[in-house]
T-cell receptor, first 111, second 115 residues
Framework: KNEVEQSPQNLTAQEGEFITINCSYS?????LHWLQQHPGGGIVSLFM???GKKKHGRLIATINIQEKHSSLHITASHPRDSAVYIC?????????????FGGGTRVLVKP | ETGVTQTPRHLVMGMTNKKSLKCEQH?????MYWYKQSAKKPLELMFV???????ENNSVPSRFSPECPNSSHLFLHLHTLQPEDSALYLC??????????????FGEGSWLTVV
């Protein structure tokens, strides 16, 4: 079992729909990252959080440290949101910026 | 544009070839990383350089040889690779590896195919 599990693995939505991606982890962490990877391969960091909730535009990330769970929400989804969304955690025991990655959630938003 | 540039974006090489991947960051960071992303597998950390010194080698085969001449440049030298080494290789940088809490910036990746 991976230390970081994401669900669902694949998600298809219609434009305008609300999307939720889940991330569960099994170790104590100091931070959790949400990353976006477009088909070309490049990865962009969306959020880094260690508690509570962060919002950027139509994206909202929440984390529950006690339950070892984080969610990424996309409101009013748009075809340009189509990408792979990756959850990554920095374990408390890990040195510096060493991250453990989830398998990613592939999101397709249809017009 | 994340400030981390990788070249080439695509590379096809034979198993007996020697090639190199290049990464350059314009962010003033001191830590640089090589990651491997194989099909249907999570990202795997390969190497970490902190202030030009290699601080982590994640049990990577010796056919992959990293080089970090300065804090802005990172290379991955490739020699006698296997078809299973075909993957997306991602470079990343951050302020300093030991300082937790720093955002990591990724490059666009180099798609490698070994034939």
């Amino acid at each position: 079992k991976n230390e970081v599990e994401q669900s669902p693995q694949n998600l298809t939505a219609q434009e305008g729909e609300f999307i939720t991606i889940n991330c569960s982890y099994s170790v104590g962490i100091s931070a959790l990252h949400w990353l976006q990877q477009h088909p070309g391969g490049g990865i962009v960091s969306l959020f880094m959080l260690s508690s509570g909730k962060k919002k950027h535009g139509r994206l909202i990330a929440t984390i529950n440290i006690q339950e070892k769970h984080s969610s990424l929400h996309i409101t009013a989804s748009h075809p340009r949101d189509s990408a792979v969304y990756i959850c990554a955690v920095r374990a408390i025991k890990a040195a510096g910026n060493k991250l453990t990655f989830g398998g990613g959630t592939r999101v397709l938003v249809k017009p | 544009e994340t400030g981390v540039t990788q070249t080439p974006r695509h590379l096809v090489m034979g198993m007996t070839n020697k090639k190199s991947l290049k990464c350059e960051q314009h962010l003033g960071h001191n830590a640089m990383y090589w990651y491997k992303q194989s099909a249907k597998k999570p990202l795997e950390l390969m190497f970490v350089y902190n202030f030009k010194e290699q601080t982590e080698n994640n049990s990577v085969p010796s056919r992959f040889s990293p080089e970090c001449p300065n804090s802005s440049h990172l290379f991955l030298h490739l020699h006698t690779l296997q078809p299973e080494d075909s993957a997306l290789y991602l470079c990343a940088s951050s302020r300093a590896h030991r300082a937790a809490g720093n955002t990591i910036y990724f490059g666009e990746g180099s798609w490698l195919t070994v034939v």
